[in-house]
């Protein structure tokens, strides 16, 4: 008896799976609104340029809409979700955006990855929005949005990404909207689609939880509030500060770092603590509030700052911070775990072969 030989799979093979799909299909130009993104301020702009979360809240509407919102300290976790920003950048010499610009800023988005690197978001609830690299903004009439996400955290999508434009020496650059725009996003039936929406649903769900934890994970002073840890000025502390060195006052903003047990202010101002855990809630607390910071003296400051009365609070903090964090972590396997399900799906509606699946997943981790 002769053994069937299995058939190699290769890019091309695939494609031609792709571009045979037994369904309908729809461009991503035609779902959505491709919008540009904006400067990546970490090689952009300079530290006066930066303003808080706190700051962005507090600007009226036309103010806000002079500057742009953007990913700073901040990241993509996994697929499907974002730490929201802690910094924005501002326009260049505070002038109005175009409108495309400022539609980036506003409109909610699709979120998804190419590899680590994030290329659309959407922020916890569309409080946030941020434009990392090229925004995608859901069509209002558009049916099939809620599937595009996992379609593009997809390694059907990676494969594309990789098959149609790849990387040659030499040659130019292809523009990321121009890459995205001619992809062919399946549009499922409510039939066809069911347990692959299913699978959606549940990872949009603990999507957005996670969102949430991201949100709260680094919100000390209310972990310390919830957790009925008492607050106090950093001159009323018990043993937590050592010493508190700021020799002329903080400038427009007051980047803030840790190193050991020293959180160090930009412009050489430190905070000298007694522990690496009161060093590291300190700076929690700090970031969110560094641009407060400007032309405060060293008395100001020591009012200013609130911290857990003891070490021993601090640490109570921290490991209901920590707790959090797991939480996340756990999330996030689900996450990972429903993203391949969906995957499965959206495969047998393409009549994937064994061999195929495979070679996706080896080729487009």
């Known amino acids: 008896m002769v053994q069937k030989t299995r058939k190699k799979v290769t890019a091309r093979t695939l494609a031609t799976r792709y571009e045979k799909a037994g369904?309908?299909?729809?461009?991503?130009?035609?779902?959505?609104?491709?919008?540009?993104?904006?400067?990546?301020?970490?090689?952009?702009?300079?530290?006066?340029?930066?303003?808080?979360?706190?700051?962005?809240?507090?600007?009226?509407?036309?103010?806000?809409?002079?500057?742009?919102?953007?990913?700073?300290?901040?990241?993509?976790?996994?697929?499907?979700?974002?730490?929201?920003?802690?910094?924005?950048?501002?326009?260049?010499?505070?002038?109005?955006?175009?409108?495309?610009?400022?539609?980036?800023?506003?409109?909610?988005?699709?979120?998804?990855?190419?590899?680590?690197?994030?290329?659309?978001?959407?922020?916890?609830?569309?409080?946030?929005?941020?434009?990392?690299?090229v925004s995608l903004a859901p069509r209002l009439k558009a049916t099939p949005i809620e599937d595009l996400a996992v379609i593009l955290n997809s390694r059907l999508f990676h494969f594309y990404w990789q098959h149609y434009f790849p990387k040659r020496s030499g040659a130019p650059a292809v523009p990321a909207e121009e890459r995205l725009a001619g992809f062919e996003v399946p549009m499922l039936t409510s039939k066809a689609g069911k347990a692959f929406r299913d699978a959606r649903d549940r990872l949009h769900d603990l999507a957005e939880e996670n969102s949430e934890r991201l949100a709260a994970m680094d919100e000390v002073h209310r972990i310390g509030q919830e957790a009925k840890v008492p607050l106090v000025p950093i001159a009323q502390t018990e043993g937590i500060i050592r010493e508190i060195n700021v020799p002329r006052p903080l400038a427009e903003v007051a980047d803030v770092k840790r190193r050991g047990p020293v959180v160090i202010f930009r412009r050489g101002s430190t905070i000298v603590t007694t522990t690496e855990e009161a060093a590291t809630y300190l700076e929690l607390w700090l970031k969110s509030r560094f641009n407060e910071l400007r032309g405060m003296s060293?008395?100001?400051?020591?009012?200013?700052?609130?911290?857990?009365?003891?070490?021993?609070?601090?640490?109570?903090?921290?490991?209901?911070?920590?707790?959090?964090?797991?939480?996340?972590?756990?999330?996030?396997?689900?996450?990972?775990?429903?993203?391949?399900?969906?995957?499965?799906?959206?495969?047998?509606?393409?009549?994937?072969?064994?061999a195929e699946r495979e070679f996706l997943r080896a080729s487009y981790a």
């Not at 540009?36 to 530290?47: K, V």
Request: hydrophobic letters at 40%; proline letters at 7%; a positive charge.
């Open 23 to 133: 369904m309908r299909t729809e461009r991503v130009d035609r779902l959505c609104d491709i919008l540009p993104g904006t400067p990546d301020p970490l090689e952009a702009a300079s530290r006066e340029e930066l303003i808080s979360r706190s700051e962005w809240a507090a600007l009226d509407t036309r103010r806000r809409n002079r500057a742009v919102g953007f990913i700073r300290r901040s990241y993509l976790l996994g697929r499907h979700m974002l730490r929201p920003p802690t910094t924005y950048l501002r326009g260049v010499k505070d002038e109005p955006f175009d409108k495309r610009h400022l539609k980036a800023i506003k409109v909610h988005k699709v979120p998804f990855r190419y590899k680590d690197v994030p290329m659309a978001a959407l922020a916890p609830k569309g409080v946030l929005s941020v434009a990392p690299l």
């Open 298 to 354: 060293k008395e100001e400051l020591e009012m200013f700052i609130k911290l857990p009365v003891t070490t021993a609070h601090v640490v109570v903090v921290l490991q209901h911070r920590a707790r959090i964090e797991a939480e996340i972590e756990r999330a996030q396997a689900k996450i990972e775990e429903l993203q391949a399900e969906a995957e499965s799906h959206l495969y047998d509606l393409y009549g994937m072969t064994d």
